[in-house]
């Protein structure tokens, strides 16, 4: 009777060892298609574009949103208005429009009976992006942004919409700013997709034309947004898709406007820089410690504070990051440093005490300049809503850093933004004007207009109790870590 029994076991045992081997081969498979994933390589999948047929002949164009409000000369400065650049991309669109933006009011919903025409620019754009099917173009879209009115007729007529819960993912927002079209065609800057960024803010950026190697990084970083959709937790192996193809360590040799040039995109927070990118921190560190004799930084808000809500209470510390690279730029290396910041409704007052603490250093040393100003369009900080000057860059004698975020501790902790460094030789500068001149001279025209003033030429300080956290109880001055 025994030997039925061990008859039985034998097939039973043979069928147990093939499901194993089958699991194994499985398992195998998964963790080579996970190795393979992870591998920063360029595909055939990517309009067929390769790292040696790559276009590098480049054309770069600065736009800019100036408004009409505003009487600032424009005589000499080399630019092309937002509007107009964004439009020229949509001409140039045959395949895919991908835009990522923190914002999408792009028509007004809300009737402004004081602005009566200003949504017209934010009205034709919007327009235009609802005839992109039409054209046999897809438009795809990333956003943290829930219940968009305009998302909505945006997917009625075809497009796509990537939903990102950064609430879940960082406890904070999308702030990147840019598009990528057809993956050969670029803008990155200021200015989103709000009708007062192409009619009552100051807005400044750039457009790359015919770029296909920097496009596909940036590609990448929309894909890296679009691979997160209704995630609540950020996955710790990504595919080769959303890898960075340039670091600060290796980037893109370029010719921008047939002048050499080094590129490269960084992003922010920490947790959304996948294999190789650069950080946006990184990316501001790098400009910094380049400059050889200037750095003029225009920001809308400057503040070294990391600010979160810790069991219902908002703490702060300091936030040393940036605030010690130019201090470290100032004293130690004699480097030139102008800020120009923002003077609004939201400016905190504690900015004021940290670009005194910075000033103070050229206070009893000789070969050090460092300088501060605000910008505001009006007197007044009412309802008589001045505009806003909404930029985010820093140029430098040798570098450019253009990005999404005000300079506060907060923003590049949580939010989401992007960065872009353009790098240029000396050699090739002596040529022709480059890039960096054009944004040297759009800082130069704001810092000598009257708009511009040093904090104790304005007659009005914002509302003190709006920041009544950052005063109970007091803010802890230790490094962040």
């Known amino acids: 009777m025994a030997e039925p029994a061990a008859q039985t076991q034998e097939p039973m045992k043979s069928q147990q060892k093939c499901i194993a081997i089958f699991a194994l081969l499985c398992c195998f498979a998964v963790l080579l298609a996970l190795l393979f994933s992870t591998v920063d390589v360029w595909g055939d999948d990517e309009d067929g574009i390769t790292e040696e047929n790559c276009n590098s002949q480049c054309r770069i164009v600065l736009v800019e949103n100036i408004p009409e409000d505003l009487t600032l000369s424009v005589d000499g400065t080399n630019h092309v208005p937002l509007s107009t650049g964004l439009h020229s991309l949509l001409d140039q669109a045959k395949r895919s429009v991908e835009i990522v933006s923190p914002v999408w009011n792009l028509t007004l919903w809300v009737p402004k009976t004081s602005w009566p025409n200003s949504a017209q620019q934010g009205e034709l754009l919007f327009q235009r992006m609802t005839q992109l099917k039409s054209q046999n173009v897809k438009l795809k879209v990333a956003s943290s942004l829930l219940g968009s009115v305009e998302l909505k007729k945006l997917a009625e007529h075809g497009a796509e919409h990537g939903y990102v819960n950064m609430s879940a993912l960082t406890k904070g927002g999308l702030h990147s700013n840019f598009w990528v079209v057809d993956r050969s065609h670029v803008y990155i800057g200021s200015g989103s997709m709000d009708w007062r960024s192409l009619s009552k803010r100051k807005e400044l950026g750039v457009i790359i034309y015919n770029c296909s190697c920097l496009a596909i990084d940036l590609h ?193 902790a949580y939010n989401a933004g992007t960065g872009l460094v353009i790098k240029q030789k000396e050699a090739s500068r002596e040529r022709r004007s480059t890039i960096l001149d054009h944004v040297k001279a759009a800082f130069e025209r704001d810092w000598h207009s009257h708009y511009a003033k040093t904090h104790h030429a304005t007659n009005k300080t914002p509302d003190r109790n709006k920041y009544k956290h950052l005063r109970q109880p007091p803010v802890k001055m230790f490094k962040d870590k």
């Not at 985010?392 to 005000?406: E, I």
């Open 220 to 412: 990448r970083v929309f894909s890296f947004y679009w691979q997160l959709q209704h995630r609540d937790y950020i996955p710790s192996i990504w595919s080769k898709r959303v890898t960075a193809i340039y670091s600060r360590d290796s980037p893109a040799y370029l010719l921008l406007n047939h002048t050499e040039a080094t590129v490269y995109v960084a992003t922010s927070p920490e947790l959304f820089c996948p294999k190789h990118r650069a950080m946006d921190i990184d990316a501001i560190q790098d400009v910094i410690q380049e400059a050889k004799s200037f750095i003029y930084i225009s920001v809308t808000d400057y503040l070294p504070l990391l600010i979160k809500t810790t069991t219902g209470s908002l703490v702060s510390r300091y936030w040393s990051s940036i605030d010690e690279m130019i201090r470290e730029a100032v004293v130690l290396r004699g480097v030139k440093v102008r800020m120009l910041i923002s003077y609004w409704k939201q400016t905190n007052p504690l900015t004021f005490t940290f670009i005194m603490s910075l000033k103070s250093l050229c206070l009893n040393m000789a070969n050090c300049s460092l300088e501060a100003k605000f910008f505001s369009s009006s007197e007044q900080m009412d309802d008589s809503q001045p505009v806003l000057n909404h930029n985010k860059y820093m140029v430098t004698d040798s570098a450019l850093y253009l990005g999404n975020h005000a300079w506060v501790g907060s923003e590049f």
